[in-house]
């Protein structure tokens, strides 16, 4: 398994607690850094993952499995919501799907 093969986190640091950022490898417990830059705490989480798989290989012998997704959701939805996103779909000249996937990304944008 390579660095890249798993999910990061990028937080900042509040000022308080010295700013920056830390970075996070969710599927790793344990595998963390941080850095002033977001480049500067990936590199440094880079550092951290060679030496993590390192120890976890002589420890267990193998690495968790990254995660994958598949990108298809199935949700069960009011008949009503389906409606009324079937005609704001229609009336935009889009699939339900695309639709659906725009407003998704739409509502986890930055904040």
Known sequence: MRFEDYAINIAPISEE???GYLVTLPGLPGCIADGETIDTAIAEVRDAFTAWAMAER?????????????GQ??????????MRLAKRAASEGVSLNQLAVTLLAQGLGPR
């Open 73 to 82: 959701l199935v949700q069960r939805i009011p008949k009503t919501l389906h």
């Open 17 to 19: 607690d010295g700013g």
């Open 58 to 70: 002589e420890d267990k012998g193998e690495l968790p499995a990254p995660k994958t997704y598949s």
